[in-house]
C-alpha cells in the first residue's frame, strides 16, 4: 500500500535561513511525487512536480528512490513562503493522489 | 473569478439527514474530484469522476455518493449512513484524468449537531 508522510507538523525559521520540508513515502511502483502549497485565505494550488524538475519560487524538491524521499528545499527562506505545505504521491499514471498530512511552514521576521 | 466554486462554506447536519454539497467549475476540466480532510489527516479521497455520466470509488466511498450529470457539476452527498461526517471537503478538478494538477476549490466544514 502507498503512503505518504510528513513527520513535522510545524517547522520554524528565520528569514533568510535554509529551509527543509521533510517527505517520504511507500510505494511499490514507480511513484510521482508532487507538492502543494496553500497559503493563508488561498485555496490548495501545485507548487512543483518531480517530473519537470523546476524550481517554483526558489523551492526545489529532488525524488531519492533509494531514501524514498522527496524533501522540499529552499536555501534562503522568505517571510511570504509561510503556509501549510503537503507533499502529494500519484501511483500508476492515473490521478489518484494520495496526500501527507502536511507541514505548516512559519518563516520568523 | 473563475474556477471551482463550493458552497456553502459551512453546513450543519442533523443525525440520520442527508445533505449535499455543492461543486461547480467553469474551467471545462473533465476530471473532478471529492477529498475529505480530518484535523491531523492528509487529504484522503472519497470519489472521482473521469467524465460526465461516469464516477468512481475512492479510498473512503462508504457514506457518500456523487452525481455528474453535467461537466460542471459534481454534488456529493453525505448519507445518513457516514457516521463520521463531521470534516473539511474539498472539490478539485482536472483538465484530464492525467493531468496531476489538481485545482482546488476552497471548502465546505461539515458539522453534526
Known amino acids: 500500500a502507498q503512503r505518504v508522510t510528513q513527520p513535522e507538523k510545524l517547522l520554524s525559521v528565520f528569514k533568510g535561513a535554509p529551509v527543509e520540508l521533510k517527505c517520504n513515502y511507500s510505494y511499490s511502483g514507480s511513484p510521482e511525487l508532487f507538492w502543494y502549497v496553500q497559503y493563508s485565505r488561498q485555496r490548495l494550488q501545485l507548487l512543483l512536480r518531480?517530473?519537470s524538475r523546476e524550481s517554483i519560487k526558489g523551492f526545489t524538491a529532488d525524488l531519492n528512490k533509494g531514501e524514498t524521499s522527496f524533501h522540499l528545499k529552499k536555501p534562503f527562506a522568505q517571510e511570504e513562503d509561510s503556509a501549510m505545505y503537503y507533499c502529494a504521491l500519484r501511483k500508476g499514471g492515473a490521478n489518484n493522489l494520495f496526500f501527507g498530512t502536511g507541514t505548516r511552514l512559519t518563516v520568523i521576521p | 473569478d473563475g474556477g471551482i466554486t463550493q458552497s456553502p462554506k459551512y453546513l450543519f447536519r442533523k443525525e440520520g439527514q442527508n445533505v449535499t454539497l455543492s461543486c461547480e467549475q467553469n474551467l471545462n476540466h473533465d476530471a473532478m474530484y471529492w477529498y475529505r480532510q480530518d484535523p491531523g489527516q492528509g487529504l484522503r479521497l472519497i470519489y472521482y469522476?473521469?467524465?460526465?455520466?461516469?464516477?468512481q470509488k475512492g479510498d473512503i466511498a462508504e457514506g457518500y455518493s456523487v452525481s455528474r450529470e453535467k461537466k460542471e457539476s459534481f454534488p456529493l452527498t453525505v448519507t445518513s449512513a457516514q457516521k463520521n461526517p463531521t470534516a473539511f471537503y474539498l472539490c478539485?478538478?482536472?483538465?484530464?484524468?492525467?493531468?496531476?494538477?489538481?485545482?482546488f476549490g476552497s471548502g465546505t466544514q461539515l458539522s453534526v449537531l
Open positions: 478539485a478538478s482536472s483538465p484530464g484524468f492525467t493531468n496531476e494538477k489538481l485545482f
Open positions: 469522476s473521469q467524465i460526465v455520466n461516469d464516477f
Open positions: 518531480h517530473i
